[in-house]
């Protein structure tokens, strides 16, 4: 007896909840490809990072994930403490400045220049 082919169209023989079933596997593997490959990006990007800590061994994922939120938290660290350095250094800039054109216009009110304020003048000049 021979072989007998018999053509199905899927939309009709199966229900949804088969339809399901028979898709959730394939979407469940692309999400574990996708948690893969972004797990081995961040490998890749802190590698440098990874090797510093551990040096010839192999990391299991839980490992760079680990590994990789500590560096961020890490960086984030090292951002504020340039910023608020940024902010401060800023800050004594503007409060220079502004000292500085109190002190020009205090010294220039006075009609009668000595030869300190003179030098004073001279000296913030520069």
């Known amino acids: ?8 169209e899927p939309d009709t023989l199966l229900t949804p909840k088969e ?5 959730k596997p394939v979407v469940e593997k692309m999400r574990r490809d996708r948690i ?3 797990i081995e990006q961040l490998k890749l990007l802190l590698e440098k990072e990874f090797q510093r800590h551990q040096p010839n061994s192999k990391l299991e994922k839980a490992d ?3 590994m990789t939120v500590s560096y961020l938290k890490q960086q984030s660290q090292l951002q504020m403490k340039r910023s608020v ?3 401060s250094q800023f800050d004594f800039r503007e409060g220079y400045s502004r000292c500085l054109q109190e002190a020009f ?3 220039s009110l006075h ?3 000595t030869e300190t304020q ?3 003048l001279s000296h913030f000049q520069k």
């Not at 339809?19 to 898709?23: G, Q, T």
């Open 36 to 38: 893969n490959s972004s």
């Open 85 to 87: 350095h940024k902010s």
């Open 19 to 23: 339809k399901n079933k028979l898709r």
């Open 118 to 120: 003179t030098k004073l």
């Open 64 to 66: 760079i994930l680990e």
């Open 1 to 8: 007896m021979a072989p007998s082919t018999v053509f199905m």
């Open 105 to 107: 216009h205090f010294l």
């Open 111 to 113: 009609k009668v220049r």
